[in-house]
């Protein structure tokens, strides 16, 4: 069953690093575009950012230059998709979602995570 997790959230002191993994389990993975979203109390899902199949990325502005997506494809049957988390700050404070989109033609397959918590504050 095709599904994702989460892992490496937590709390950080404005200006570390974390690492967020996301494990992709189910062979429709790896020709999906893969994201991390996020969500702050009282404030919508926004995208954070996202890698194609083929390693085309995308960052937000608000992260750019501080997070870097990306993804190993090696194999077919489980993926996992990174997010490194540089120069925290506490504005970024939020749960994240890796998130999975496939379009073949007809439907559109789409996978959230269960979220995982991140923290940054002294």
């Known amino acids: 069953q095709a599904q994702l997790v989460e892992s490496g959230g937590g709390l950080v002191q404005p200006g570390g690093s974390l690492r967020l993994s996301c494990t992709a389990s189910g062979s429709i993975f790896s020709v999906s575009t893969m994201g991390w979203y996020r969500q702050a109390p009282g404030s919508q899902r926004e995208l954070v950012a996202s890698?194609?199949?083929?390693?085309?990325?995308?960052?937000?502005d608000s992260v750019k230059g501080r997070f870097t997506i990306s993804r190993d494809n090696a194999n077919n049957d489980k993926n996992t998709v990174y997010l490194q988390m540089n120069s925290l700050k506490p504005e970024d404070t939020a749960v994240y979602y890796c998130?999975?989109?496939?379009?073949?033609?007809?439907?559109?397959?789409?996978?959230w995570g269960q979220g995982t918590q991140v923290i940054v504050s002294s």
């Open positions: 998130n999975s989109n496939y379009y073949d033609g007809d439907y559109d397959y789409v996978y």
């Open positions: 890698i194609t199949s083929g390693g085309r990325t995308y960052h937000a």
